[in-house]
């Protein structure tokens, strides 16, 4: 998704003669594809689906943008590994 919402935004700052010019690297096979055109909202309000990387077609030509007002998480918290006791006794002597 980033790929594309980058590739959108440097497309629309071409047609506003910004001057700026791709030049990311495809990662294409190490993505999750299912979430390749979703843009998800994480921000208060919804402002960021009047971008052309939050509707329509793609860039790439392979898929159309969808945005996603409320996202759930897709895993639970995680949960961190406890410190080891050598750690948390440097008395910084």
Request: include cysteine; charged fraction near 20%.
């Amino acid at each position: 998704m980033h790929q594309n919402q980058w590739l959108a935004a440097i497309a629309e700052l071409e047609t506003r003669r910004v001057g700026v010019h791709p030049g990311a690297a495809t990662i294409e096979g190490e993505e999750h594809n299912e979430y390749s055109y979703q843009f998800w909202n994480c921000s208060d309000g919804t402002e960021s689906r009047q971008g052309s990387w939050a509707s329509g077609t793609s860039p790439d030509g392979k898929g159309e943008f969808t945005f996603l007002e409320d996202p759930q998480p897709l895993a639970g918290a995680p949960t961190p590994p406890s410190p080891r006791p050598a750690d948390m006794c440097n008395t910084g002597s």
